[in-house]
């Protein structure tokens, strides 16, 4: 991935995370002006009021949702706790064993062993 991909997707997750918390204002402003309003015309007997009443309820879900989602999308990994990539290990680009196994008293042959068994069965290759 180049730099310039890396921009251009790092400046599109800031905009979704923009336009998440964005969205809960609005759903904020929007539970304002239905819940109140379907109360007052539920206790006065309209059946419009209920449909108010529910709409704002569904206004509460996804302002919740949008705020959770915005918050989870910021929220980085405390020091020392891990992280998404923890206990990831990318695959070494040489798969021969390294110097650091040299006085260990493991023979780097045994790898050989592991990685391609004899063709005839059981085992590894005969050296």
């Known amino acids: 991935m180049t730099l310039m991909q890396r921009l251009e997707a790092q400046g599109k997750y800031q ?16 539970i304002w002006l239905t819940g109140p309003i379907g109360i007052i015309e ?13 709409l704002g309820s569904v206004f509460a879900v996804a302002t919740v949702a949008c705020f959770v989602a915005a918050a989870r999308r910021l929220a980085r990994p405390a020091p020392g706790k891990p992280s998404a990539e923890f206990g990831v290990v990318p695959p070494s680009p040489n ?3 390294s110097v650091a196994w040299t006085g260990t ?11 391609d068994p004899a063709p005839g069965g059981s085992g590894g290759s005969q050296r």
């Open 42 to 54: 539920v206790t006065r007997g309209n059946a419009l009021g209920w449909v108010l009443v529910i």
């Open 105 to 115: 008293g493991m023979d780097p042959r045994a790898f050989d062993m592991l990685r």
């Open 15 to 30: 905009r979704t995370t923009a336009l998440l918390f964005v969205g809960g204002v609005a759903g904020l402003a929007a």
């Open 95 to 97: 798969p021969r064993p």
